[in-house]
């Protein structure tokens, strides 16, 4: 554990420094990302047939359905600290861990958050949606926010906070209790009432009413939704959260 401790710390000093430090553990195939920059390394690793199935203790987890593989991965200073490969289980994927399958987050993702953006604020045109792109995945990743902003970067960085912080809500236990069935529930109504691509919606967290139905705050970007479900996963109520 201390050895491994040693190699993130030195690894993400290198990053600072402008090294790339490439660890044994590393998927050959996914060498080259270790020390890119974050946003266009979640480009590569989409493009390579892999799909972010969750994220806890620190780490991204992705899994490629091609090759049944696994990866962790650490972002640090905007950058891939290290890409190492991980039990199927850690992806909720083979039955090896049941809880990384019931926690994992349904990130809203730049396509998602662009489209319900352009839908609200009627914003259309290729520099604005690159500058929003850009914001968001600044806002994601925890870079340093650009001053000389514009307000598609704005908008795109503030919805790209909104969804790390979705990421991080999401896999706390006050946000995984509730029966299954309700939370899947709550989270496919969100995304039908947020008018959003399936899989956008997360439950951030959850109580039980006086009825014993379960109630769940729903987060589909950085817009919120008050959704009631019984235990069998049928829906009773879904309001926004203002």
Known sequence: MMRRTIATLTAISMIGAGMVPVYA???GSLSDLVGA????AESEMQNRGYKMETF????????????DTCVRVVVAQG????VDKADAGDCGKGGGNAAAAVGAIAAVGLIAALASHKKKHGDSSGDHDSEYSRGYNDGLYGGQYDRNDSEGYHDGFM???AEASNRRAANRPYARGGPMAARAACEARGDAFQ????GS???VSQRSDRSGNYVFTIATGHYRSICTAD???RVIDIQPNY
Do not use: F, I, L, M
């Not at 920059?37 to 266009?40: N, S, T």
């Not at 806890?56 to 090759?67: I, T």
């Open 195 to 198: 008018n959003a691509p399936g």
């Open 201 to 203: 919606s997360v439950a």
């Open 231 to 233: 235990s069998a996963g």
């Open 37 to 40: 920059r974050a946003p266009g």
């Open 25 to 27: 553990k590393t998927p």
């Open 56 to 67: 806890k203790n620190g780490g991204q987890y992705w899994w490629n359905g091609s090759s």
């Open 159 to 161: 919805a790209g906070e």
């Open 79 to 82: 950058r891939y600290a290290s």
